[in-house]
């Protein structure tokens, strides 16, 4: 792997020419939907304008666990509504670089939610349920997601094909350079929708393999038998396409354990063998498992991690996953080592926290020039 301080220097010259090949890719994604609330607690108000935020989650669970017994009050402040859901974010992520994005989820039905309204006019959107709606409370160094997923059991096969032409849904899968599939965990009939596309789109596809991305998106609270059982299924579109399989720290640590490889520590080098045992064992493309402050990748032809812009204070976590997850898929989609994507997904997460926005590919370029 090339040094780190050599390294962003070297993707800002691959990212040189991609402009015209980002241009022209096209990238279907899907398929969930919320509406984000982004919330600090107030831990001190001074007067009706001025409050000092509680900065860090044991603050938040000591005073949680004070009013055991008891009761207690805690002040919301609203720092911004935004489109949510890993998919939209994602979507809007690779949008921003350029790709031509096709998004299908829950974004509101009849009408679009008026938060998704600049998103539909940059991509070409199929909603097809109402969205959910999660309540995002930041702290310094987490968050909490507090999620309001009714109409998520709305998203089936069934209902896709309702408001997309069963036609028209294939060219959108043989056309797309990359096709995201992500919260797997939080949208109950994923399973069928995987089965009915290895059973009915696949096997119809031409111009050799695309990519195809996976996240689980936190399967926690998901059974042991659910998670392998999608891991099977996963392993299945190997066949028809390179899967990449996106993984949190905490999410490659519940996909080890079910494939009975031993927890890594959150170490460079551990998780990087962690990552690498999990591809052996899976035998997909790529795994890629991302913690907070750097990020490692696996294929078969080896393994190696990128330290992370890290900052300790930033504007926005909500999302950060997904723009890494964005970023990488562009590496994948430039032909990029795996380096290489390592970064571009570090550094799209890191301009992301930043910023409270998505980088563009001149924002990316200059913001690899600063690390």
């Known amino acids: 792997m090339p040094r780190k301080s050599t390294l962003p220097l070297q993707v800002v010259k691959h990212l040189r020419d991609a402009r015209h090949p980002l241009a022209t890719s096209q990238v279907l994604v899907g398929l969930d939907g919320f509406v984000d609330t982004i919330l600090h607690v107030v831990a001190k108000r001074e007067s009706a304008t001025k409050y000092t935020r509680m900065a860090k989650i044991n603050d938040f669970a000591s005073r949680v666990s004070a009013a055991a017994g008891q009761s207690a009050n805690f002040e919301m402040v609203t720092q911004m509504v935004k489109i949510g859901g890993n998919g939209p974010i994602m979507a809007h992520a690779l949008g921003s670089y350029g790709t031509k994005v096709t998004y299908i989820g829950n974004l509101g039905s009849p009408n679009v939610h008026h938060v998704f309204e600049d998103f539909a006019l940059s991509s070409d959107l199929y909603s097809i349920a109402e969205p959910g709606y999660t309540d995002a409370i930041e702290f310094e160094d987490g968050k909490l997601m507090c999620g309001k997923h009714e109409s998520l059991k709305e998203i089936t096969w069934e209902t896709i094909l309702k408001h997309i032409p069963e036609e028209k849904l294939f060219q959108k899968f043989n056309n797309a350079s990359l096709i995201a599939l992500v919260n797997w965990t939080m949208l ?6 995987f089965n009915k596309i290895l059973q009915d789109v696949a096997p119809s596809l031409d111009n050799g393999k695309r990519w195809i991305f996976f996240d689980l998106a936190d399967p926690a609270k998901r059974t042991r038998e659910d998670i392998a059982e999608v891991l099977k299924i996963i392993v299945k579109f190997q066949k028809y396409f390179r899967v990449i399989l996106g993984l949190n720290f905490s999410e490659g640590r519940q996909i080890g354990e079910v494939l009975g490889i031993k927890a890594p520590q959150e170490t460079h080098e551990a998780v990087t063998t962690h990552a690498a045992h999990i591809q052996d064992k899976l035998k997909v493309e790529t795994v890629v498992v991302h913690p907070t402050h750097f990020a490692a990748a696996a ?12 900052t300790p204070k930033p504007k926005i976590t909500t999302g950060a996953g997904d723009h890494f997850n964005a970023g990488f898929c562009i590496g994948r989609l430039l032909d990029g080592d795996l380096a290489t994507s390592l970064q571009i997904g570090v550094a799209t997460s890191g301009y992301y926290v930043r910023h409270a926005k998505s980088p563009t590919l001149a924002d990316l370029k200059k913001f690899l020039g600063t690390i």
């Not at 109950?188 to 929708?193: E, T």
Request: glycine residues 12%; aromatic residues 12%.
């Open 188 to 193: 109950p009939h994923m399973n069928a929708i």
């Open 299 to 310: 294929d078969s032809r080896g393994a190696t991690y990128v330290v992370g812009p890290y």
